[in-house]
């Protein structure tokens, strides 16, 4: 006991749990409860002392028993002892000032809003409301509230008020009626099995004397009052104080008695509580409360790492429960919340006040759009008047175009107001692109476009801005691609789409999330005009809509979708999958190919339906089993869907188990395919089979006019001249060389010419910097991606760089370099955020995880709500953001765990292989679980044959069984050596695949299953699977060519120099041409040492100055030789002699003794792989 405004209990957490079972017999109130209706009840424990142990035994037994049913809570209780008496007869007076029995119940346990209800021996009660504790700001008791339906009843062996008789006991019934209780209830309800409420009960026992045959309270003669009563209860508090509610009993609701743990959010409550306490201490030390755990000096530290947040009359305590996924709140006047996934998610997209009293109602419709159906994460990274900017911007755009008004309110929200295309960082370019389009769009002195050819014109306008170019997986801004010049497909698109949208076109981004003839996706742009939906390659302007060269790959797809944030999806829907979530995926397969549609029918083994099961539907591509589709069965165990005329395999799952099977689109077969979910958690059979792509075939449209062509040509030129114009202000070659040696490195070169046109915060950067630490900083931008350079800006490399010199000589220097100083934790945009992270731990806190890194990850999950998004849609989140959020999902989690260490001068990083997190620590690195149990490993080797060409990811995957499904590991970076790959991996099952990808662009596969045991190593020799590459003698077009010193030849007098050769016609800074050539960049070595010679064909020499030409050319060294046509390709014999449907650039020909025997053209994919397979 102290002298504190709000007591501490000593006695810790030990509330006693009671497993109340339903009634099953009738039911007569008597107050007896020995009787048939309670026969099956349990007694609780005996009551003790509510300051538990320090106190003696109770002079008398005392025991409830509890039963329930749909309408009321049954109660039971005796009371032993000889003193029966009772003299209060009025309704809601002090009951306890009699001998009592009483009851309190939190239905919700939040510790506030509870139920106090006692009676006496002679059937007199006293029900009450309290708001919260006496202790809490605020806390009363409401008198006038009542049970309503309360029924009492009392039970006396013995003679009440006569100390003369033989007392035994008393007993009580008390039936309340959950109608009355459900209000204070979760969700408002009446319980279920599986519930749970507080509850104490409590006996007051006076001390008493018998005078003529009566009792009378004994009075203490120092003080002329009577003897404190005594308290005995069911659940001690510790303290002469049963309003502590925390500390109460768990009933169990249940159907006979089954027992159940107490959830795991209790006992965060109850360390939050213990927290709760001595802040409150604090407060009355020194008159405020504070944010500092260490400074409350608890003479235990709290087993959770909560995030305390100071206001200034107030306190919030929260921390998260990731296996329950709920967060508890513990507020500064004792009530407890606890927030579930939708109700987390519900409070994250409120509109903060502020910006919803500065919007019209206009503006207010729009916003609550967006904030209902935005990614959580896009909370976290954007100011807040962003999204209310967003919506004005539109609106303007919707008042000042000529089609604004005529969009349905459906395109104009989902097409239109979106400010998120992909998973790009979220950036305000919408008024930047309204500015430049607009003066194009709606000069005066120009005639009004329509949507249609307003749609072709700002496509144009891309192209001056970017053109295709590979990049790496962080998807760009608008701005980004702006400031690059390029952009691979999916960032064309998100350009494009942004641009349309900025002057109220509708546009959507447009995925083939997997080919199945050939490896990789590809994206491109939907647009709504005046007649419906159309398409266009992003930045590849045609003169007209529904033209690309993607058009023949399109109709080999098997699922091409869209995405949108909506609830409104409108005459969409009946082509929407996953149309109950709030991301809505439109399938649009139909406006590129022929479907059909295909239903999966998933049962148990004895044919009862499975409900709840994931279907995966499958291509291959990239030698893994990739998902292009997931969906749940309904209650008929069934999922629905249209695809197209090719293979698809499918893999069912549910709790662990699962099954696979085939459906054989290209066979014109049954469009149902039933699945049997069995035992199975694990294969050891291996096998092969052939997958089949659909056939494919597009009408041709029709060919343009020489007038339309010049058109054509003409416009193409001048967007290209104009984004080369752009280029030029860029530091290349001579001019990157003599700002490098002005900045005092002439290696710094490179880096300025990959910041392309943010080479400006490179040098803000680098001349900022004391002479000391340039060689530190130029290892930090060598460690960087082009990508990175071309955004970040000075002042986070300054921060990052600043922060990492602390710590340079306390770690080898690539672990440093790599895992601490590196600002590049995963895909999100690079931020300064290690100053930040680091203030929020205190001083104890940051020698407590660096002295133990793997107290930071449970701090973060302490800290954290986890929600769930789509992998597929998980925008990126910054480390500054996600603190700001409180929230992240999956992958931000473990990039707040990374940001955190190296904030706090731990290295750590996200494994490439497999996703997981590691951190450096006494010399080696340490895995960190995420699973109850730590992660034990082993070693996986694979033996490929002997010149077999076999590479990870192109030919051969290995995926880990997790939950029924197969995760594919990321081992590109792992290095073959004597044909072995050795890979560390946790122990487990896995499934290897090896693909053999033919010219026809069937696919044989090879799958084999191996197990890792702990601590051992297992080894498989990979099979590669067998085609048939059936070789051609085709003659080929004699074109007349020129070599690089202008020396006119033939492309027939070339071939007859040797027995083999590969002539490539390019079409450079087109995206097909883009794949062939990084394709022969990344087997460099492979075509360098072939056999044959390589023929890179050009129609004119201005060509050689294409960056990805150049890259190759530099990488094949003289095995590559440049030829021009100087006139236009003349190859139509050549593609019709190789059946080629799609007569496009690059045409690829393997030539033997002056024939051709393969071809390929256009977009496929691995056509490099394929040249090697067929020499």
């Known amino acids: 006991m102290n002298d504190y405004r709000i007591a501490i209990p000593q006695s810790g957490f030990h509330p006693p749990v009671y497993y109340c079972k339903r009634a099953t ?49 049954y109660f039971g209780a005796v009371l032993y002892g000889d003193e029966i008496w009772a003299t209060l007869t009025e309704r809601d007076c002090v009951i306890f000032h009699d001998n009592d029995f009483e009851i309190f119940i939190d239905p919700d346990s939040d510790t506030h809003q509870y139920f106090e209800f006692e009676m006496n021996a002679l059937n007199t009660v006293w029900d009450l409301f309290l708001t919260k504790p006496y202790r809490d700001r605020g806390g009363r008791p409401l008198n006038g509230w009542d049970i309503k339906g309360l029924k009492t009843a009392v039970h006396i062996e013995g003679t009440l008020n006569d100390a003369n008789a033989d007392n035994r006991c008393w007993m009580v019934e008390v039936v309340m009626p959950f109608a009355a209780l459900k209000e204070m209830a979760q969700d408002c309800r009446t319980p279920r099995a599986g519930d749970y409420y507080r509850v104490n009960f409590s006996r007051v026992q006076w001390l008493v ?30 303290l002469i104080n049963i309003h502590y509610p925390e500390l109460w009993g768990f009933l169990f609701f249940t159907e006979n008695g089954e027992e159940y743990s107490i959830p795991e959010v209790e006992y965060i409550k109850w360390e939050l509580r213990r927290i ?186 891309c192209l001056e801005k970017a053109t295709y170019q590979s990049t790496n997986a962080r998807t760009a801004s608008p701005l980004t691609v702006l400031n690059n010049a390029f952009g691979r497909c999916g960032e064309e698109s998100t350009l494009a789409v942004a641009a349309l949208r900025s002057v109220g076109i509708p546009a959507r981004q447009c995925y083939a999330p997997r080919w199945s003839h050939c490896d990789d996706n590809h994206a491109w742009v939907e647009v709504y005009t005046e007649d419906g939906w159309h398409f266009l390659g992003a930045c590849e302007p045609e003169l007209s809509l529904d033209r690309g060269w993607f058009c023949l790959p399109a109709s080999k797809a098997m699922l091409i979708h869209t995405k949108v944030d909506t609830d409104c999806l409108g005459e969409e829907s009946d082509d929407a999958v996953h149309a109950e979530s709030r991301q809505k995926e439109i399938n649009v397969l139909h406006h590129y190919a022929k479907t059909r549609p295909l239903s999966v029918r998933v049962t148990d083994a004895e044919g009862k339906p499975v409900c709840g099961a994931k279907v995966a539907m499958q291509v291959v591509n990239y030698s893994e089993f990739y998902p292009i589709l997931n969906l749940l069965t309904d209650e008929t165990g069934t999922v629905h869907t249209k695809t197209g005329w090719g293979d698809l395999l499918l893999h069912a799952s549910k709790d662990g188990v699962y099954t696979t099977g085939c459906f054989h689109g290209c066979e014109g077969g049954e469009d149902t395919v039933t699945l049997i979910l069995e035992g199975r958690t694990h294969e050891t059979e291996g096998y092969d089979f052939t997958f089949l792509p659909p056939l494919g075939g597009v009408d041709t449209p029709p060919a343009l006019s020489a007038q339309e062509q010049a058109e054509q040509d003409r416009r193409g030129a001048h967007a290209v001249q104009a984004r080369q114009a752009f280029e030029a202000s860029f530091l290349r070659g001579e001019s990157a060389e003599r700002e490098a040696l002005r900045l005092g490195d002439a290696e710094l070169a490179p880096v300025l010419e990959k910041a392309r046109g943010n080479a400006a915060q490179i040098i803000d950067f680098v001349a900022g910097l004391p002479m000391a630490w340039r060689k530190t900083a130029k290892e930090l931008l060598a460690h960087m991606e082009q990508k990175d350079l071309s955004d970040v800006t000075a002042q986070v490399l300054n921060a990052h760089l600043q922060h990492a010199m602390d710590y340079q000589a306390d770690f080898p220097h690539d672990v440093f370099v790599n895992d601490l100083m590196n600002p590049r934790i995963y895909l999100e945009v690079l931020t300064e955020y290690k100053k930040e992270l680091c203030g929020i731990f205190t001083s104890a806190e940051r020698r407590e995880m660096r002295a133990d890194p793997s107290l930071l990850w449970k701090w973060v999950n302490n800290h954290l709500f986890l929600y769930h998004e789509p992998k597929d849609r998980r925008a990126r989140q910054t480390p500054c953001g996600i603190w700001k959020l409180g929230a992240a999902n999956e992958t931000s989690m473990k990039v707040f765990f990374v940001a955190a260490c190296r904030s706090l001068g731990i290295p750590a990083r996200i494994e490439k292989s497999d996703g997981s997190l590691s951190y450096y620590h006494n010399g080696e690195y340490h895995r960190i679980s995420t699973q109850e149990q730590a992660a034990q490993f082993g070693v996986l080797v694979l033996k490929r044959p002997e010149k077999s060409l076999l590479e990870y990811d192109s030919h051969v995957t290995v995926g880990k069984l997790e939950n029924g499904e197969y995760e594919t590991l990321r081992l590109e970076h792992l290095e073959w050596k004597d044909d072995c790959l050795e890979c560390p991996v946790e122990a487990g099952h896995y499934r290897v695949i090896v693909t053999n990808r033919q010219p026809d662009e069937s696919n044989p596969v090879r799958v084999d299953f191996v197990t890792v045991l702990p601590g051992e190593t297992a080894v498989l020799t990979l099979h590669k699977p067998q085609g048939t590459l059936a070789a051609k003698q085709e003659a080929l077009t004699d074109t007349v060519i020129y070599d690089a010193k202008d020396q006119k030849t033939s492309v027939a007098q070339v071939l007859a120099r040797g027995e083999k050769a590969v002539l490539c016609y390019l079409g450079t800074a087109q995206e097909p041409t883009e794949h062939l050539l990084n394709e022969m960049v990344q087997m460099s070595e492979h075509f360098a040492s072939m056999d044959a010679a390589l023929l890179f064909i050009l129609q004119k020499e201005e060509e050689t100055s294409d960056p990805t030409l150049a890259k190759a050319l530099k990488a094949l060294g003289q095995k590559a030789e440049l030829f021009f046509t100087k006139a236009p390709f003349d190859l139509a014999a050549d593609y019709q002699a190789f059946e080629i449907q799609d007569a496009r650039l690059p045409l690829a020909i393997v030539a033997k003794d002056g024939k051709g025997c393969y071809a390929w053209a256009g977009y496929q994919v691995g056509i490099g792989d394929m040249i090697l397979k067929c020499l």
Not at 45 to 68: C, H, N, Q, S
Not at 321 to 346: N, S
Not at 369 to 385: A, T, V
């Open 25 to 73: 017999k009738p039911f007569h109130l008597d107050g007896n409860i020995n009787k048939e209706f309670w026969a099956d009840a349990p007694f609780t424990d005996l009551f003790v002392d509510i300051e538990g142990d320090i106190r003696p035994e109770p002079r008398y037994e005392t025991r409830a028993k509890m039963l329930w049913d749909d309408e009321n809570l």
């Open 209 to 238: 004397d018998e005078k003529d045959g009566r009792y009378e309270k004994r009075i203490n003669p120092e003080t002329g009052r009577a003897y404190p009563e005594d308290n005995w209860v069911w659940a001690p508090t510790g």
């Open 276 to 461: 709760y306490y001595y802040e409150h201490r604090y407060f009355d030390d020194y008159g405020c409360f504070t944010a500092d755990l260490d400074a409350l000096d608890m003479p235990e530290k709290p087993a959770v790492c909560p995030r305390i947040e100071v206001m200034s009359e107030g306190f919030v305590l929260s921390c998260d429960c990731p296996q329950e996924e709920k967060r508890v709140l513990l507020y500064d006047d004792g009530k407890v919340e606890v927030l579930d996934r939708v109700q987390m998610e519900r409070r994250l997209r409120c509109i903060p006040k502020h910006i919803r009293n500065q919007a019209t109602q206009e503006e207010l419709k729009y916003l609550d759009f967006l904030y209902r159906n935005m990614p959580l994460s896009d909370l976290s990274e954007c100011e807040e008047d962003y999204f209310l900017r967003v919506v004005r911007q539109a609106l303007y755009v919707r008042s000042h175009t000529p089609w604004g008004k005529t969009l349905s309110e459906e395109l104009f929200c989902n097409y239109v107001l979106p400010y998120r295309i992909n998973n790009e960082h979220i950036t305000f370019y919408q008024q930047q692109f309204w500015q430049a389009l607009s003066e194009r769009l709606f000069a005066p002195e120009k005639e009004t476009l329509s949507l249609y050819r307003a749609a072709v014109e700002v496509n144009y306008w």
